[in-house]
């Protein structure tokens, strides 16, 4: 018998699918990154409407089919309405899901991850934040949480300290800072600028995908 599943979460991405069906890409803590069919979700005036829009954060309960979960029901938390009608904030909130999505996967708890993008959403969402630099310390801190982040020791050690010496105080604190505060460090324009070209330089060699909402980043500026 089919059990119904209930799940906290984030939807990254959504597709249509058939004349009024939605198909959900989810972020949650308990499952990780799964695909949910939201069946009449694009008819007027759907129960299922506002849990089927991209960034809508809340808790759903799903049923779990062969190859996808359907919808049952969702209790809204938060939609983060202010990222989709900027469209700066628009692409950078886009930019967060692909890369959660990226190194997420099913049946792998997904809490900090989780977690990390609901903060990232809640900075974007200031007043004239700062989204090139939010990019780069979200980047850095989800690519520690997946182990993959730079190793400061190792590269002292390795006579590379040229590299990182001036922004090792930036680096330590985007590793172990409290999630609540990642976006709370302050440095100066200098240090910022060299902050997002280390995170820069360093994705490419360990991120072999091209994003499409980077690409559409890249046009702006």
């Known amino acids: 018998m089919e059990q119904d599943i209930k799940i906290k979460g984030i939807v990254l991405a959504v597709s249509p699918q058939g004349e009024s069906d939605r198909r959900l890409t989810f972020l949650s803590s308990e499952l990780g990154k799964i695909t949910i069919f939201a069946n009449g979700a694009r008819r007027p005036k759907s129960p299922l409407a506002a849990a089927a829009r991209a960034f809508s954060m809340g808790d759903y309960t799903v049923r779990q089919g062969r190859t996808a979960y359907s919808l049952v029901s969702a209790e809204i938390i938060e939609t983060f309405d202010g990222l989709s009608v900027d469209m700066d904030k628009f692409c950078y909130a886009s930019y967060m899901c692909e890369f959660a999505g990226y190194y997420t996967r099913e049946n792998v708890t ?27 310390l979200y980047e850095l801190r989800l690519m520690h949480i997946e182990g993959e982040g730079p190793n400061l020791d190792v590269y002292l050690r390795n006579g590379k300290a040229d590299r990182v010496e001036h922004i090792a105080d930036c680096l330590q604190y985007i590793e172990k800072a409290p999630l609540t505060r990642l976006y709370d460090m302050q440095v100066s324009s200098e240090k910022r600028n060299a902050l997002i070209g280390f995170v820069d330089k ?10 499409k909402s980077l690409e559409i980043l890249n046009t702006l500026y």
């Open 110 to 136: 997904a809490k900090d991850e989780l977690n990390l993008l609901y903060v990232s959403f809640k900075n974007l969402l200031k007043d004239e934040p700062d989204m090139l630099f939010a990019k780069a």
């Open 202 to 211: 360093y994705k490419k060699k360990y991120v072999d995908k091209e994003f």
